[in-house]
């Protein structure tokens, strides 16, 4: 008996250290060989074995973006430099959305209170109501207020407001819950373009968790009272200018086809009309030409085709208002994940109208990584011509020691502004 335990647990090692080569013959199905004997293995439903993934969202779902058919496609070859958009202020609407229920209609008399934290404040004020007080923060800023009154509303909105936080009230359960953030809805009016540019806007604010319902034109978002005051502030510059600008966008990798070399952009001097390039504007890294418009998408491929080897990085457009700063993500409408996922294009624009020229453009415009700026251009341009950005070395966007990018790899930049004419309905027009 002994003897036999010993020989069924020598064939148990036996087959736990080939477990390894025996799947690998199944997978391939191919006979298993053992001291060069073979054993034919027949596994119809074989299910393979995977080291366990890191807890993340799969790929193509991280990517998956409503916004990409209408911000990430340019036609180069039917833009138009100016149109209009309907707009009316009446649509366009801060609302928050965690209220909850109305305070009870109560009246406030001389309520006075010195270097007290609004929790305490508010405990202060609702002790014989019957209202709790719950704050889900630990410190609150202190205040001091004297003889106020009025209706509960007024008196709680006055102090909250004062401290910096918002509140809720749950009228089932009498409690008052405090809050340095709140939800909001931004209800947009109905047109593309000012949702996007609202959206850009935004980011430009550096207010960047921002969820859009498109068949209800909401842009739906949490803030404090800093993020509200931005907002408030963007609503108010949408609602009183005439224009806003939209900028469509290439952005290149650039690999010169002789590894010692560079592009030769001074030829471009030669390749378009002397008239074509009407400024030049060096920056930390990288430089700024204002060109014509006849130097666009094509015409810059052409141009690179017997130097280099381009890769489109990134193509969309982002929309800013008048003197008002935008924001270009270069990975949300990248082509895949490249190095320059990481940098975003920042634009700051005043539209001057002039008859002469149709209208003139102050462009202040800044290349940012989450690093920091990486180079920051002011150029004035007109209506019709383009912005090319030239180069910034793509090794700039290389974290590691070594890399295959070569030293001459280049990123350039296209932008093509256009403008975009606010219309609104007369206040006399009959509904």
């Given amino acids: 008996m002994k003897f036999n335990k010993i020989i069924c647990s020598l064939g148990l090692l036996f087959l736990l250290s080939c477990s390894d080569d025996m799947q690998e013959a199944v997978v391939n199905n191919a006979p298993y060989v053992v001291n060069n004997s ?80 609004v929790d305490e404040v508010l405990r202060m004020l609702l002790k014989n109501t019957g209202i709790q007080v719950y ?69 430009g604010a550096n207010i960047d968790d921002l969820v859009i319902d498109w068949e209800d034109r909401l842009i739906i978002f949490q803030g404090d009272v800093v993020t509200e005051e931005k907002v408030r502030n963007i609503v108010n510059k949408f609602a009183i200018e005439n224009y806003l600008i939209a900028y469509d966008i290439d952005v290149l990798r650039v690999y010169p086809k002789q590894l010692g070399q560079s592009i030769q952009w001074m030829d471009i001097l030669e390749a378009f009309n002397k008239n074509s390039i009407k400024l030049s504007q060096k920056g930390l890294i990288g430089r700024a030409l204002v060109v014509s418009s006849n130097f666009n998408s094509a015409s810059l491929n052409e141009f690179l085709l017997p130097q280099a080897n381009s890769i489109l990085v990134s193509s969309g457009t982002f929309i800013t208002p008048d003197r008002w700063q935008g924001r270009f993500d270069i990975g949300r409408c990248g082509r895949e994940t490249r190095l320059e996922t990481d940098l975003d294009i920042l634009s700051e624009v005043k539209f001057i109208p002039n008859e002469k020229y149709v209208g003139k453009l102050d462009n202040t415009i800044v290349l940012r ?41 280049e990123l350039v930049v296209l932008l093509s502004p256009r403008i975009i004419k606010i219309v609104r309905p007369s206040e006399n027009a009959v509904k």
Avoid at 108 to 113: K, P, R
Avoid at 377 to 403: A, C, H, L, M, W
Wanted: hydrophobic share 35%; net charge negative; glycine share 4%.
């Fill in 369 to 409: 990584t989450s690093n920091g700026d990486i180079a920051k251009y002011s150029v004035p341009s007109r209506i019709g011509d383009n912005i090319v950005i030239i180069g910034i070395p793509t090794q700039y966007f290389v974290e590691t020691k070594e890399t295959i990018i070569p030293p001459n790899a």
């Fill in 38 to 117: 073979s054993y034919d293995i027949t596994v119809n439903d074989y299910v393979p074995v995977f080291d366990k993934a890191p807890s993340r969202t799969l790929e193509n779902a991280e990517k998956f973006n409503l916004e990409t058919p209408l911000r990430c496609e340019v036609d180069w070859e039917t833009q138009t430099l100016i149109s209009t958009q309907p707009f009316n202020r009446r649509d366009f609407v801060l609302e928050r959305v965690d209220k909850g229920d109305a305070l009870p209609n109560l009246k406030v008399d001389n309520l006075s209170f010195e270097n007290k934290p």
């Fill in 135 to 203: 704050a889900t923060d630990s410190f609150y800023k202190k205040l001091t207020q004297k003889e106020i009154g009025g209706n509960l509303t007024q008196v709680v909105d006055l102090i909250t407001s004062l401290g910096n936080v918002y509140y809720s009230y749950d009228n089932r359960i009498k409690r008052i819950t405090l809050r340095r953030y709140a939800k909001w809805n931004l209800h947009v009016p109905l047109s593309t373009d000012v949702i996007l540019g609202m959206e850009d806007a935004l980011r």
